[in-house]
T-cell receptor, first 113, second 112 residues
């Protein structure tokens, strides 16, 4: 089973709202990722957690706040977003090992109004 | 800085034909090269991947060709089908590096 589950699939939020995106994997993968994808563009890395610790932050604005409660869960907390933050947010995970594959979830479509 | 260049941006192929997508990289530290297929409204799904110690890998109708000296790799889809219509991304990652660098994507359309 190579499944990464993301909820919600669609989210509409106002610029003053606080919301969260959730991601879950039960493959025992040690690394989990958040990517952002705009239409007709490749995914852009936002954050990487390795063994539940934040290892990479690609200079993401503080209105995006990641959290890794345990090895299976990854959250992305959203606050005071801008309309230009509207995008597909993808969670991914990877097992250990040099050549292990990164598996993506179906994504959460976020619209900021 | 664009580290993985992908071409063409879009490609139209007749059903039964061969679809070819090319990628070139600059960073010699890259050592793992996956291809992802993405349908509209879905997340990217791993299609096939190659390591630089082999020159070709085939899985069903999908083949990756790898030229280490030229720092180029390509995806060939044989007997292309309408169900193959999707966006394809090449990618690269280096040893010990968590970051997957994507190409710009190719929108493939297979026409009857």
């Amino acid at each position: 089973d190579t499944e990464v589950t993301q909820t919600p699939k669609h989210l509409v939020m106002g610029m003053t709202n606080k919301k969260s995106l959730k991601c879950e994997q039960h493959m025992g993968h040690r690394a989990m990722y958040w990517y952002k994808q705009k239409a007709k563009k490749p995914p852009e890395l936002m954050f990487v957690y390795s063994y539940e610790k934040l290892s990479i932050n690609e200079s993401v604005p503080s209105r995006f706040s990641p959290e890794c409660p345990n090895s299976s869960l990854l959250n992305l907390h959203l606050h005071a977003l801008q309309p230009e933050d509207s995008a597909l947010y993808l969670c991914a995970s990877r097992a250990g090992g040099e050549f292990s594959t990164i598996y993506f979830g179906e994504g959460s479509w976020l619209t900021v109004v | 800085q664009q580290q993985v260049k992908q071409s063409p941006q879009s490609l139209i192929v007749q059903k039964g034909g061969i679809s070819i997508i090319n990628c070139a990289y600059e960073n010699t530290a890259f050592d793992y090269f996956p291809w992802y297929q993405q349908f509209p409204g879905k997340g990217p799904a791993l299609l096939i991947a190659i390591r630089p110690d082999v020159s070709e890998k085939k899985e069903g109708r999908f083949t990756i060709s790898f030229n280490k000296s030229a720092k180029q790799f390509s995806l060939h889809i044989m007997d292309s089908q309408p169900g193959d219509s999707a966006t394809y991304f090449c990618a690269a990652r280096g040893i010990g590096n968590e970051k997957l660098t994507f190409g710009t994507g190719t929108r493939l359309t297979i026409i009857p």
